[in-house]
Structure formats: C-alpha cells, structure tokens
C-alpha cells in the first residue's frame, strides 16, 4: 500500500512521525512492540520530552533516544544496543520468562504504547508482522484503559495471522514507517553445523514436534536434518525451520496440537521465512501467551526443544545470556520450553552449541565466571551436543555428566576440566 492510501486509510490519523510524538506527555512511561517501532521512537529523540520507555528489543530507534539522557531505559531482551546503553548507565536489563512478558511489561501501566505494524488489508486489519509476542497484550490493555496507540506502519512487512489484529479504527495516530524492520545480519553456518547435525539427527526422530531457539548453531543443524512427519510449535521461526518444512520433511500432520501448522510467536526477518508466514493457512505468528506457556507446550508429545548456549559447566548448568557481569542476550522462550518439554510426553530438552569459541575458548567450563547467571538449570537439560558427540545428562549421576561433557569437549582443553573436576 501506497503512502497515499495509508493516508485515506487513516484519515485524521495520520501524519507525521514528529506529529504522532507530539502526542506523547512529558513524563510519560513508554512501552513498545517487540519489533522496535523505529520511527518514533528516533523522533521521539528529536524532542525535548523526557520520561521512562520499556522496551522489547533495543535496537537504533533505542539508542538514540537513550543517547539523549532524558530516557531511562528498561528492556526484556538483552541486544548489542542495550549492552552498550547499559554501559553508559541509561538502560538497565528486566528478567522474566517469555510466558511471563504480558504480565511484566503490562505492570508497568504506561502512559502510551507505541507499535509498528504492517499495512492494514482489505478488512483495514493490521497485524504485527514478524513478530506478536506481547504486544497484542500491550495493545489491548492500552484500548481498555484510554490511553493513546500510536502507531508506524510498515508495508514492508508481511501481513501474518496471529488471531489478534489492530483495527485501523482503534490506532491514535499513525505515521509512514521508515527503513526496514530491525534485524540482525545472518551470518555464514555455523563451522560446526554439520557435525552437530550428525550427532542431533538421531535424537529427532519421524513425526516430533520441533522448537528451536535464537542462535546460528541450531539453525543451521535443523536444517540438515534427514526425517520427516516432524511439526513445528516453536518461539523463532527461522530459516533452518523454513527450509525444513519447504523440502516437505516438517508437514506438521503428526502433531498433538494445530495438526497441519507451523505455530511460533517470532519470525526471522527473513524471505524465505517471509514466503511461508504470510500464508495463513500454513502457519501463524501468535501471542507468546499462547505459544510459550509451559502447559501448552506440554500437549505436544515426542517433543524436541533445541537450543543453544554460551556455556555449559560441569554441573551442567546452562549460561545463555551473559558474558561475566555484561547481559548480552535475554533468556527469551528457552526456559519455558525446557519446562514444558519435561512435563510432555517422550520430551527431550537439547542445548546445541560449539565446543570453543573463535578465540579458543572452551564453551564446556569447570565453573561459569563470576557475575554469570544459570540460564537453564541442571535439572532442565537432558542432552549437550558438540562437534564432538552427544552428552546424555538425562537421570544420570553429577560425575556421569561431568564425564560425558568433557567428552565432548575440545580436546585441548579436556586434561584441563578433568583436572578442574576429578583431581
């Protein structure tokens, strides 16, 4: 759709990005979409107006209105932008669980909600594009409570189905949004992928119902997954998962819930990923409350959870997030499908990653460095894998699994852990 017909579309509605955040009170607390509304958020800069914004991702719109130090700022998911905000002191990290988003950010009683949405269809419908996640939540506690929905459309985005669309009629103001939607570059494969894949395969056995999570290293091992009859109930929707399903080997016929459809709450901006999500009848990008809550998850049987990390100790304790003190990425949906995985049916919970890091450092550590945090903890982690072999840690004893991940380690760094543990 045209700049023209949004603007028919909208009516009095519509306008300007510096008109749409003239709306905005001083003082005012701010909450967002989980797709960074851009935009606004860097007109919004562009004012005097100070007040507290809640962020989902952080990424350019973020940082420079952080960069003014008149908006502190609160986000849920770790980036390379909050990292760097929180660095200078201007943004501080929130835990919570994905499951648990609709209740943490909708605590914070905002005085407006800003969103970028993809252009409305032929019903005047917008949708949340790549992503819903909470914000359907966000949007809907904003209407019941009177406060203004400000709005960025993006027809760059694809229109996808989540069940929980945003009438034209319910938005305050809307303006054009600019550049695409905030993405991460995809980098090459993993240098591992293939071997990780060899060892991962036999644990995914025909007809299980697949979740992957956020990381370059289970993407690429999904992909190279040699059976079929598998389903797809996952919180990323990426390209490994896309290409899957695209060769016919996920057609999702098997699966305990939504036969027939892909389900996740997150897209990877992504055109092979794109060509699948807007076809609704394939699959749907719903709310994360309908998609990561453990007890949904756990009505899917023969269930594999896959997901990556940045160190496993020999506790076999799981750090995702955090490089010493520094939070680099959120805990995002890992957590709530590990605990709905255990409570499933033949569920099996797998982190997949590297056994080193391009500088050489082992992935598999004695004792995570200070300031670390557990993200997944021993009693949620069934198997590791690395390039190496498999790690069976499910109903096994502490110096069993110290043992089998040493195993699986880089060689160089094997004497080193077996000493740090056994001597």
């Known amino acids: 759709m045209s700049e023209a017909g949004l603007a028919s579309e909208f009516g009095a509605a519509w306008g300007s990005a510096a008109e749409v955040v003239a709306q905005i009170p001083d003082g005012a607390v701010l909450t967002t979409s989980l797709v960074e509304p851009t935009t606004l958020l860097t007109a919004l800069s562009q004012t005097q107006t100070s007040g507290r914004a809640v962020v989902a991702v952080a990424a350019m719109g973020t940082l420079a209105l952080g960069q003014t130090g008149r908006f502190p700022i609160v986000t849920a998911f770790a980036s390379p932008v909050s990292t760097a905000l929180a660095e200078s002191g201007v943004c501080e990290y929130l835990p919570g669980l994905f499951s648990d988003a609709e209740r943490l950010f909708g605590a914070f009683e905002a005085d407006c909600v800003l969103l970028r949405l993809s252009a409305p269809d032929a019903q005047g419908l917008c949708s949340y594009g790549w992503a819903s996640a909470f914000s359907p939540h966000l949007f809907e506690q904003a209407r019941q409570r009177g406060i203004p929905i400000l709005a960025e459309i993006d027809p760059t985005m694809p229109h996808t189905r989540s069940g929980r669309e945003v009438p034209v009629s319910q938005i305050t103001a809307a303006c054009l949004a600019e550049g695409n939607a905030a993405t991460e570059e995809v ?34 091992a999904i992909e190279r997954l040699t059976g079929s009859g598998y389903g797809v109930h996952t919180e990323v929707l990426g390209r490994g998962l896309a290409r899957l399903i695209d060769a016919g080997q996920a057609d999702g016929l098997q699966k305990a819930e939504d036969p027939g459809l892909v389900v996740c709450t997150i897209a ?11 076809d609704p009848e394939r699959a749907e990008i719903r709310a994360s409350s309908d998609v990561l809550d453990p ?19 020999l506790r076999s304790q799981v750090n995702a997030e955090t490089l010493g003190w520094s939070q680099v990425a959120g805990v995002g949906g890992q957590l709530d499908f590990f605990r709905g995985a255990g409570m499933a049916k033949n569920g099996l919970r797998i982190i997949v990653l590297g056994s080193s890091t391009s500088r050489g450092e082992s992935r598999i550590v004695a004792s995570h460095a200070p300031g670390s945090v557990v993200t997944a903890t021993r009693y949620d982690v069934d198997v590791v894998i690395t390039e190496h072999g498999v790690a069976w840690l499910k109903d096994q004893t502490d110096e069993a699994r110290a043992r089998a991940l040493i195993e699986v380690a880089d060689p160089a760094h094997r004497e080193a852990l077996f000493r740090a543990r056994f001597a």
Do not use: M, W
Request: aromatic letters at 0%.
């Open 295 to 313: 007890r949904v998850i756990a009505r899917h049987s023969q269930l594999r959870c896959i997901n990556s990390a940045l160190a496993v100790d």
């Open 187 to 220: 980098g090459p494969p993993s240098r591992n992928a293939e071997a990780i894949a060899a060892h991962l395969d036999p644990l995914v056995p025909d007809g299980s119902t697949i979740q992957v999570g956020i990381g370059s290293v289970p993407d690429a």
């Open 268 to 278: 990877s901006v992504d055109a092979e990923v794109r060509k699948l999500v807007e």
